[in-house]
Structures are given as structure tokens and as C-alpha cells.
């Protein structure tokens, strides 16, 4: 009996595969494989139904909810006509090394023709620039600000700093009433936040230089920002950093007053927590340390990529085409809080009041978070570093920290 179920499982495996991995090209719909499994897979598939419904090329979504696997089973496919019309990925050195191996289909003319036209905003383009061509259009685009609880703000008479001064004495003021002013996630990869943040309020130039190669890890004015980083840990303005869900419990809860987050955060405390967008939070960019200098907004834009071997890559492009009209991405904004495109709307006043508040070039920087823009290998040394330096912040951590970290670099871009 053993054997006789041990040989239909392997049977109905094959058979799944061979439904996953077909990439037939006689189907009417592309497969659109996404780690962005979920609840996002439903939303994916009405977006879908709309591009149909208008007329256009469909899709349809595989989603995957586990990210090691779903990144072997796409790189494991790329090079054969069996990959997936389009799939989701990472920005940035990910992204570079697919091109490297030209797997995937250059869009630099499908931005001009559709995706800025539907009101997409160009200068994501950069995010998906590699040596002057355009390998990506946005999945999603997430822009981060620091949500701040409001009830806290006006029980202590604080206002949204301007400046950097302001902000400090905000978190004075919280600390001296035993109000966590910051609260953190311990996610592993999460100590990159508050540290990319710092480095561009600090200087924006310095980030850039950073993550490009052009400055070290262990150049001086990188030890003056981990010294300001040093100072606010050790003042006590970073909550214990707990798992997401109880950070955004705390905040919601009065225990911490202020987190750094994708402002489609709001989405989350309003359904879960029953927080009022506008009325019981709301959100504003780091102040600068330097008086007039822009602010600057760090975004993560996941892309969606097209596979070059695959027999769909051509009613891949034709999906892409459709998926930035305003009826679609309507349906991303009301169902998942993701807001891709100018010409669509939210009644979120937080999201979507920020999200058109970034477009504003003459008051803003927008930079690719640090995750992205830094080389992968130096991004997994980075991320374990930072944390050790944040809970053990003593000089001879800092410039071990920095050390450790420069040693990584000179690895990756040499």
C-alpha cells in the first residue's frame, strides 16, 4: 500500500512540475511566477481578469511564498525555453547578474511607449538601469517614511521636526516620559535601516558613494555618522527590536511613537489595528542634518522582469503594456495599498498623500534603499555587522564593524 501511494505522489510531483514549468507557448495567459505569493496571488489574477476583460494579453500568477525556493526554481529555468514569461525579482545587484548572463529582455523603449505614459514615474527607470538600458518595470513600489503616532505627538506637545535638532529633542522629550521614540523589527536583514537613514541625512552624496564602491566603509565621515548612530542607541531612542507584528502592535498601543516603514504600512494598522489614517498617525521624511539641503526618501521598487528564452516573452511585453493602465492598478491601490502609478487614487491620506509627496523632485531625493543598492555579499556581512554594532555599540565595535564590512567591499568591487 506504501508503495502504491509512494508512486501516485511521485506521479501527481511530475504532473505539478510539468503545469509549473510548461511555459507553453499555445496557452493564452503568461505565466507570471511571484514570491509575492499570498493574498497578493487573488489581487494578481483580478488585475489579470481586467487586462482581458479590456482586451489585452493575461496572465497567470504562480505565486510562492518561500523565498529560497522560489529563487532556485527561476534561476534553475531562465536558460530554457520552459522559464516563465515574467517574474518578479530584485533590483540591483540581482538584477545585474541576470543581465550579466542575458537571460533577461532589455524594456528601455516599453518605458517611453507605455509604462511613463500610463504615469509611471520615470526616474524609477534608474532602479532598473543597467549600463544605460532598462531591464524592469515596477511590481511594486514601496516608499519609506517615519510613521508617527499622533495621540503620543499631542499628549507631549511635539511637533514633525524640520530639522535634524528637532528631531533629537522629539526623542528627548519621548525618552524623559518613558515612551520608546523609535520602535524596531528584529528582522535580520533589518539593521540596514536606521543605518542607511543616518548615512543620507547625513550626506546623501556619501551614501551614493558607498554603495557604488567609491567611498570606503572606513572613510572618516563614515565614522562620524556611526558616531551619531552610537550616541542615539546609547541615549536609549531605539525600542528592544521584536518580531514586525508586535512592532506595529506597540506603536498601535501607545508603547513606541515613531517607526520607519513603507508608508503601505498604513493599509496594516487601519485593517488590523484599527488606526485612522491621518487621524491617528501619520508620516513624515527625516530631516537633513545640513540646513537647506533636500530630504531624502528611500524606496524599494520590486521589478518585474522578462524572460528572454522563454517561448512568452513576446505576450510577456503585451501583458506589461496593459498592466500600468489606470483600471488595473486601481485595483493594486484599493486591494493591497500599492500605489505604481499618478493616475490613479487612494483614499488613504497617508499612503497615498506620501506617495505623490516623493514625486516632488525639488523637495526630494528619492535613493534605492541599501538592501538594493549594495552588492549582495556585502549586504549579508553589512546586515549581521550592524546588528552586533547596535547591541554591543562601544567604539571598538564601530570600528570593528566598519572594518569587517570595508572587507566585504574591497571583495566586491575590486
Known amino acids: 500500500m506504501k508503495k502504491i501511494v509512494s508512486i501516485s505522489c511521485i506521479v501527481a510531483v511530475l504532473m505539478l512540475l510539468a503545469s509549473c514549468g510548461s511555459g507553453d507557448a499555445s496557452s ?50 531562465l536558460d530554457s525555453d520552459k522559464a516563465p514569461g515574467l517574474f518578479t525579482w530584485w533590483s540591483g545587484d540581482k538584477l545585474k547578474k541576470l543581465v550579466d548572463n542575458d537571460l533577461v529582455v532589455d524594456l528601455t523603449k516599453e518605458w517611453k511607449d507605455y509604462y511613463e505614459k ?29 510613521l508617527y503616532n499622533k495621540h503620543i505627538f499631542d499628549k507631549y506637545n511635539l511637533e514633525v521636526p524640520e530639522t535634524w535638532d528637532d528631531f533629537i529633542k522629539v526623542c528627548d522629550t519621548l525618552k524623559a516620559n518613558k515612551i520608546d521614540p523609535i520602535g524596531l523589527k528584529n528582522d535580520p536583514w533589518a539593521s540596514f535601516l536606521w543605518f542607511q537613514t543616518l548615512i543620507a541625512s547625513y550626506d546623501p552624496d556619501l551614501y551614493v558613494g558607498l554603495t557604488n564602491g567609491d567611498i570606503k566603509y572606513t572613510d572618516p565621515e563614515m565614522k562620524k555618522v556611526m558616531k551619531i548612530w552610537q550616541k542615539m542607541i546609547k541615549k536609549g ?57 533636500k530630504k531624502v526618501i528611500f524606496f524599494e521598487a520590486s521589478p518585474i522582469v522578462v524572460s528572454k528564452e522563454s517561448k512568452q516573452s513576446g505576450d510577456a511585453k503585451k501583458v506589461l503594456q496593459s498592466f500600468y493602465k489606470k483600471d488595473v492598478q486601481q485595483i493594486f491601490v484599493d486591494e493591497a495599498g500599492i500605489i505604481n502609478t499618478d493616475n490613479t487614487k487612494s483614499d488613504d491620506p497617508v499612503n497615498g498623500s506620501f506617495v505623490k509627496e516623493a514625486a516632488d523632485a525639488n523637495k526630494y531625493q528619492l535613493l534605492v534603499r541599501y538592501y538594493e543598492a549594495t552588492p549582495s555579499e556585502v549586504v549579508t556581512v553589512a546586515t549581521d555587522e550592524l546588528w552586533k554594532f547596535f547591541y554591543n555599540p562601544t567604539d571598538a565595535m564601530l570600528d570593528d564593524t566598519l572594518n569587517t564590512i570595508q572587507k566585504a567591499a574591497d571583495g566586491a568591487f575590486k
Open 237 to 293: 531612542y531605539f525600542g528592544e527590536p521584536v518580531d514586525p507584528a508586535s512592532q506595529i502592535k506597540m506603536f498601535s498601543s501607545d508603547k513606541s511613537a515613531m517607526v520607519y516603514e513603507p508608508t503601505v504600512t498604513s493599509a496594516t494598522l487601519k485593517k488590523d489595528y484599527n488606526m485612522e489614517p491621518g487621524k491617528d498617525f501619520d508620516v513624515f521624511v527625516p530631516p537633513s542634518m545640513t540646513a537647506n539641503a
Open 28 to 77: 493564452s495567459e503568461v505565466e507570471f511566477y511571484t514570491d509575492k505569493g499570498g493574498e497578493n496571488v487573488g489581487i494578481m489574477n483580478s488585475m489579470s481578469d481586467k487586462i482581458k476583460d479590456d482586451g489585452g494579453v493575461g496572465f497567470k500568477t504562480v505565486g510562492y511564498t518561500e523565498v529560497t525556493a522560489y529563487e532556485t526554481t527561476v534561476q534553475q529555468s
Open 118 to 146: 500610463e504615469g509611471v514615474n520615470p526616474s524609477l527607470a534608474d532602479a532598473f538601469t543597467i549600463d544605460g538600458k532598462v531591464y524592469a518595470a515596477p511590481f511594486s513600489v514601496l516608499y519609506n517614511g517615519i
